[in-house]
């Protein structure tokens, strides 16, 4: 509808005051008098709506407010002088919002609408005013800037009446004018807030044509605001199936938002694929693991690893694991802070966590680091007490194979072993040869010193009710399933456990209760947590389930592990066989 169309359509639909009757000559002192008249009248119900409120007469108070405003309202008409009159239609409007507002907070919804209304009605008036040619007080382009703007308020008022066909003409009106100002010196300064709500209602038309339509709105918002309006330009070419140009948005707000890199890299993954999609996950996790906790950084660098390897940039993977994970991490060791030569302590501890085939440091802390190392190098850390509980030895082996990052939420878990009075081995491996290597030799692949057994073994890798991933490679190797249960390498395990010892799967599934499985599973066994019970002849617990793991069960007074506990799952229990069980 063309601009001045609409213009005359909200005037026909505005209340308009009476007509005034033929007056004799000089009736004008009257006039003047009837509008000061009406303006102290206006006045007198603002301090009564003000005596109403203290004496916690809500209604009362709201009643007399709406009364000042008409009163304003009447004055203005009743004013010839276009800045008086202005003024009047000014505390009229700001009178009716009160009143609305207050009607809203007593729920007398009726009300509230009728002084949004007229509200609406005083605007539209004084965007007349505004090109008035008797009101020389502004130049050209800043009465159309308050003609705008009255336009904008209208609209928001019309909308908060319930009427959405007037708030949507005045908003046309608003936007059409200001195009042809620029927006940029139209959406700025004090009134910068009118415009952004006025942009802002249009997030409630969920017609994806339509939320395109009114972008046009939002690209005149004032610089410090600009992220809301591209965030709505995002939201909008997201509904349309534009992801490329919803992509390009989320980029645009990074800049005063960096956790909007994560929607771009999503967005252009649907778009194009890995490429520019790893290049802004990458930037998203390096800019979280800027701030938070240490688990949450090393979780953020973690992921920040995993994205680059996933684009065969593994030089630059190996470089944040080397620079800020294992670097700042054992910088922050006690052994590395009472070594006089550091670089040779730090290259030491680099060479005894290779033996253990430990590469993903993002999944442990400096105390875990240093715990392992001190249990791999001297004898005399594992004997005796940690505060009231004995040393025990928790031998924890984890795959090499987390596509979704679920393994470096743990660390914390770990940390309680600690403090319960375990020392940790700590290996990493992707596949079972070389997992049955290392039980047998303390996280090593050969002997080295006195063998110690464990109170606790942990296993840990992605899976289901019938195997353990532990790599990538495709074949049998990568994973533990029913074909291993009676293999050589795999019988000497009970070997290693200590009486009492318990085992704990962290892996999807692993004591569900599905359907047996014939194929390979010569034990005849329900599920892999079954199996792993009668290997090592222990008590095994794992989730009924698909579940993240959530933490080990302590008994007070030993501190020994007595069960484990699951997200979104319940814990089952594998018990070996007699001939099966640890003696």
């Not at 005796?384 to 984890?398: E, M, N, W």
């Not at 456990?497 to 004591?511: E, N, T, Y």
Request: include cysteine.
């Amino acid at each position: 509808m063309p601009n001045e169309a609409l213009k005359q359509r909200l005037k026909e639909t505005a209340a308009e005051p009476p007509k005034q009757q033929a007056k004799p000559a000089g009736f004008m002192q009257q006039v003047v008098k009837n509008a000061e008249y009406y303006s102290n009248l206006a006045r007198k119900c603002e301090a009564n709506s003000y005596a109403a409120r203290e004496k916690n007469d809500d209604k009362g108070a709201a009643n007399l407010r709406a009364e000042a405003a008409k009163n304003y309202k009447k004055a203005a008409e009743a004013e010839t002088d276009s800045g008086k009159k202005m003024r009047y239609l000014e505390k009229a409007a700001y009178c009716f919002d009160l009143a609305a507002r207050e009607f809203e907070g007593l729920k007398i919804g009726r009300n509230a609408k009728n002084c949004h209304s007229e509200k609406a009605e005083c605007h539209l008036k004084l965007a007349d005013l505004a090109l008035s040619n008797e009101n020389d007080a502004q130049t050209d382009e800043e009465s159309q800037k308050r003609e705008i703007l009255h336009y904008a308020l209208a609209g928001c008022a019309y909308w908060d009446a319930s009427d959405k066909r007037k708030a949507v003409e005045c908003f046309d009106i608003a936007m059409t004018n200001s195009k042809k100002l620029g927006f940029d010196s139209v959406y700025t300064g004090k009134d910068a807030a009118t415009f952004e709500r006025m942009a802002g209602i249009f997030q409630d038309f969920g017609n994806k044509n339509e939320m395109l339509r009114k972008l046009d709105y939002l690209k005149g918002y004032p610089q410090v605001d600009r992220a809301t309006w591209q965030e709505y330009a995002r939201l909008a070419y997201e509904k349309a199936g534009m992801y490329k140009e919803a992509a390009n948005y989320s980029l645009k707000i990074a800049n005063y938002n960096p956790e909007y890199y994560y929607k771009a890299a999503t967005d252009f993954e649907m778009v194009e694929g890995g490429g520019r999609a790893a290049e802004y996950y990458l930037k998203y996790y390096m800019e979280k693991a800027k701030t938070g906790s240490r688990y949450e950084k090393n979780m953020n660098y973690g992921k920040a690893i995993r994205s680059l390897r996933e684009e065969y940039r593994n030089e630059d993977a190996d470089k944040i694991r080397e620079e800020m994970v294992f670097t700042r991490m054992i910088e922050q060791t006690k052994t590395f802070k009472k070594s006089k030569d550091k670089e040779k302590t730090k290259e030491e501890m680099r060479r005894v966590f290779a033996e253990f085939g430990i590469e993903f440091y993002e999944r442990y802390s400096p105390k875990i680091l240093e715990n392992i190392y001190r249990t791999a190098t001297d004898p005399s850390y594992s004997e005796g007490k940690r505060g009231k509980y004995d040393i025990k030895t928790a031998f924890i082996v984890l795959n090499k194979s987390d596509y979704n990052n679920a393994f470096l939420q743990h660390t914390k878990y770990y940390e309680d072993l600690i403090k319960h009075g375990y020392n940790l081995i700590v290996c990493e491996t992707d596949n079972e040869n070389d997992l049955a290597k290392r039980i047998m030799n303390n996280g090593r692949t050969e002997a080295r010193g006195e063998l110690r057994q464990y109170d606790l073994v942990v296993i840990g890798g992605h899976g289901n009710a019938w195997s353990i991933d532990m790599g990538e490679k495709r074949g049998e190797a990568s994973h533990i399933d029913f074909s291993d249960y009676g293999q050589a390498e795999f019988e000497m395990i009970k070997k290693m456990m200590a009486p009492d010892a318990v085992c704990v799967l962290i892996s999807c599934s692993a004591g569900a209760k599905e359907e047996k499985k014939t194929d390979g599973n010569s034990g005849n066994f329900q599920n892999i947590m079954e199996m792993v019970a009668s290997v090592t002849g222990t008590k095994t617990f794992g989730p009924d389930g698909p579940a993240s793991f959530a933490g080990f069960d302590f008994e007070k007074k030993s501190g020994k592990i007595i069960g484990a506990f699951y997200h979104d799952a319940g814990t089952n229990v594998g018990i070996p066989n007699k001939e099966n069980a640890h003696e």
